[in-house]
C-alpha cells in the first residue's frame, strides 16, 4: 500500500540554525500538508499547498516557515531560524484531491521528531 | 475554524471490554477522520467517514452530520488498542481540525 514517507525521523538542532524536513507524498496525491504536534498537545495544521502554491495557511506558519515542491515527489518544510518552541513532531500528509477537492482521506506520514536545544 | 471536541479525555478498559468514543464538531464538515495514534507518535488512519456508518473489523465509525458528532466504537478491546484516539475534520477548505484526543488504555 502506497506511504508517505518522511526523513529525517528525528533532529536535534540549535536555537537559531535552519532546518528542512523531507516529506514524500503518495505519487498520484495533488494536495499536500505540513501539520505539527507539541509534545501532549493536539495536532495543529500548518499549511497546505496544491498547485505548487499555498492554499491555505493557519496562523502558525509565519515568516521563518517556507514550504517547496523542490521536483516531483519531495516537499519540504524549512523553519529558516528555529526557537525552542518550534520543538514537536511534524507530520506531512497527502490527499488525492481527484474530485478537484481536498476533501478526500488525508493519509499521514510517521513524522519528523525536531528538538530545538 | 471547526471546534472539535471529544469525549472522554481519558479511558481505561479491561481487555475484552467494549467502548465508544465521542467526536463533536461546530459547524457542518466536508471531511471527518478518525485516528489511532500509537505509542511511537504515528498517527494511523481509521476511518474516513463524513457522513454514515462504516466497519472494520472490531472498529465501527458513524457520522451524524446534521447533528454534528461522530462516534467510534471499539469491541472486544486489545492490549494494541491503547494510544490516543483523535477525531479531525475538515470544512470546505482544506485545513483539519483535530481534537483534543481521547486517551485509551487497555489493561490485561
Known amino acids: 500500500e502506497p506511504e508517505v514517507t518522511q526523513t529525517p525521523s528525528h533532529q536535534v538542532t540549535q536555537m537559531g540554525q535552519e532546518v528542512i524536513l523531507r516529506c514524500v507524498p503518495i505519487?498520484?496525491?495533488?494536495?499536500f500538508y505540513w501539520y505539527r504536534q507539541i509534545l501532549g498537545q493536539k495536532v495543529e495544521f500548518l499549511v497546505s499547498f496544491y498547485n505548487n502554491e499555498i492554499s491555505e495557511k493557519s496562523e502558525i506558519f509565519d515568516d521563518q516557515f517556507s514550504v517547496e515542491r523542490p521536483d516531483g515527489s519531495n516537499f519540504t518544510l524549512k523553519i529558516r531560524s528555529t526557537k525552542l518552541e518550534d520543538s514537536a513532531m511534524y507530520f506531512c500528509a497527502s490527499s488525492g484531491g481527484s474530485s478537484g477537492r481536498s476533501t478526500e482521506t488525508q493519509y499521514f506520514g510517521p513524522g519528523t521528531r525536531l528538538l530545538v536545544l | 475554524g471547526i471546534q472539535v471536541e471529544q469525549s472522554p479525555p481519558d479511558l481505561i478498559l479491561q481487555e475484552g471490554a467494549n467502548s465508544t468514543l465521542r467526536c463533536n464538531f461546530s459547524?457542518?464538515?466536508?471531511?471527518l477522520q478518525w485516528f489511532h495514534q500509537n505509542p511511537w507518535g504515528q498517527l494511523i488512519n481509521l476511518f474516513y467517514?463524513?457522513?454514515g456508518t462504516k466497519q472494520n473489523g472490531r472498529l465501527s465509525a458513524t457520522t451524524v452530520a446534521t447533528e454534528r458528532y461522530s462516534l467510534l466504537y471499539i469491541s472486544s478491546s486489545q492490549t494494541t488498542d491503547s494510544g490516543v484516539y483523535f477525531c479531525?475534520?475538515?470544512?470546505?477548505?482544506?485545513?483539519?481540525?483535530f481534537g483534543t484526543g481521547t486517551s485509551l488504555t487497555v489493561i490485561p
Open positions: 467517514i463524513p457522513s
Open positions: 479531525a475534520a475538515g470544512d470546505t477548505g482544506n485545513q483539519f481540525y
Open positions: 459547524d457542518s464538515v466536508n471531511n
Open positions: 505519487s498520484n496525491h495533488l494536495y
